[in-house]
């Protein structure tokens, strides 16, 4: 059973960084996708950003491009998603999620992923 828990949200202001963690476990080998996404109450979740464990390739949403850099240490089975230059419009839950394979276009698409965390809160003050 895929088991995903995310920590580190909390409430920072403008311009300021966090470190989002997510703890993995029983991911089937050779599972080889994980991703970022975030919501707002009343919005659809959207992506946020995405990694292809083999080789490392990742995609971002053009909103977070050159500000959010996620990551992953295999030996801890942890995803990192570090935030830096933290504006008010980020303020979401943000989850993480895992499937099998990230495919070939790397979607930001919440409806192809079948394991998800709880969610950590994040929230940005002007």
């Known amino acids: 059973q895929v088991q995903l828990a995310e920590s580190g949200g909390d409430s920072v202001q403008a311009g300021g960084s966090l470190r989002l963690s997510c703890a993995a476990s029983?991911?089937?080998?050779?599972?080889?996708?994980m991703g970022w996404f975030r919501q707002v109450v009343g919005k659809e979740r959207e992506g946020v950003a995405v990694?292809?464990?083999?080789?490392?390739?990742?995609r971002y949403a053009d909103s977070v491009q050159g500000r959010f850099t996620i990551s992953r240490d295999s030996a801890k089975n942890t995803l990192y998603l570090q935030m830096n230059s933290l504006k008010p419009e980020d303020t979401a839950m943000y989850y993480c999620?895992?499937?099998?394979?990230?495919?070939?276009?790397?979607?930001?698409?919440?409806?192809?992923?079948?394991?998800w965390g709880q969610g950590t809160q994040v929230t940005v003050s002007s």
């Open positions: 999620a895992a499937r099998a394979f990230c495919g070939v276009t790397m979607a930001l698409t919440s409806n192809v992923y079948n394991n």
């Open positions: 029983g991911l089937r080998t050779g599972w080889s996708c």
């Open positions: 990694i292809r464990l083999g080789d490392g390739s990742t």
